[in-house]
C-alpha cells in the first residue's frame, strides 16, 4: 500500500510565476489536507477537502492560493504569481475519514523555492 | 482557539539516558493529541496519540506520552534513548468535534549524542 506522494519533490521558480504542487493521497482515503511549513517553524494548516470539494480553507491566503481535489487525479495545490515569501515545505496529508480521532499520513513535502 | 506550545527548541541527551520533550496544548473542550517525528528532508511521521482512557500512551519505537488534563500537557518520552531517536517532534491538538483540523507546536529538536 503506497504512502501519500507528493510531486515534485523540489520546485524552483521565478518570481511571478505558477506554482502547482500535486498529492495523491494513500489507497482508499478521500481527505486530503495540505500544510505550509516555513524554515525552523511547525506545519500551518492550509486547506482541508474531500473529493470534488473544499471543506474548510481558512488558512490558505485570499490572493494567489488555490487548492482542488477532482473526482479523478490527485490534489492540486496552486501557487500563481509566486513571491519570495513563498518559499517553504508544503506538505499533503491524508486520512480515511475526517473524524478528529484519526492519524493523519503525511507526504515527503514539495519544497519550493522561489529567486 | 487551539494552540501547542513547545517551550524546547532543543533537548540534548546522551545515549541510554531518559529523554523528555515537553508538550501543552490549549483547546476547548477534551483534545485529541499526537505526537508526530520529522527526519531530514522528510515528511511527518506518526508517533501515538491520545483520544480516551488510559493517560498513558504507548507508540512505535518505544515512545510513550503521558496526558495529564490539569497540567494540559502531553509530553514525550522514552527510557533509554538511541542515536537514530535524533530528529525534530512535533506535538499536535485537534478539537474532538467536527473533522480534524491539526495544530501543531513549533518542534523540539532531540540530539541524542553517542
Known amino acids: 500500500n503506497a504512502g501519500v506522494m507528493q510531486n515534485p519533490r523540489h520546485l524552483v521558480r521565478r518570481r511571478g510565476q505558477e506554482a502547482r504542487l500535486r498529492c495523491s493521497p494513500m489507497k482508499g482515503h478521500s481527505h486530503v489536507y495540505w500544510y505550509r511549513q516555513l524554515p525552523e517553524e511547525g506545519l500551518k494548516f492550509m486547506v482541508y477537502l474531500q473529493k470534488e470539494n473544499i471543506i474548510d480553507e481558512s488558512g490558505m491566503p485570499k490572493e494567489r492560493f488555490s487548492a482542488e481535489f477532482p473526482k479523478e487525479g490527485p490534489s492540486i495545490l496552486r501557487i500563481q504569481q509566486v513571491v519570495r515569501g513563498d518559499s517553504a515545505a508544503y506538505f499533503c496529508?491524508?486520512?480515511?475519514?475526517?473524524?478528529?480521532?484519526?492519524?493523519?499520513?503525511f507526504g515527503p513535502g514539495t519544497r519550493l523555492t522561489v529567486l | 482557539a487551539q494552540s501547542v506550545a513547545q517551550p524546547e527548541d532543543q533537548v540534548n541527551v546522551a545515549e541510554g539516558n531518559p529523554l523528555t520533550v515537553k508538550c501543552t496544548y490549549s483547546?476547548?473542550?477534551?483534545?485529541?493529541l499526537f505526537w508526530y517525528v520529522q527526519y531530514p528532508n522528510r515528511g511527518l511521521q506518526f508517533l501515538l496519540k491520545y483520544i480516551t482512557g488510559d493517560n498513558l500512551v504507548k507508540g512505535s519505537y518505544g515512545f510513550e506520552a503521558e496526558f495529564n488534563k490539569s497540567q494540559t500537557s502531553f509530553h514525550l518520552k522514552k527510557p533509554s534513548a538511541l542515536v537514530s531517536d535524533s530528529a525534530l517532534y512535533f506535538c499536535?491538538?485537534?478539537?474532538?468535534?467536527?473533522?480534524?483540523?491539526?495544530?501543531f507546536g513549533t518542534g523540539t529538536r532531540l540530539l541524542v549524542s553517542p
Open positions: 496529508a491524508s486520512s480515511p475519514s475526517p473524524d478528529p480521532y484519526n492519524e493523519q499520513f
Open positions: 483547546v476547548s473542550g477534551n483534545p485529541y
Open positions: 499536535a491538538v485537534s478539537k474532538n468535534t467536527g473533522f480534524q483540523k491539526l495544530v
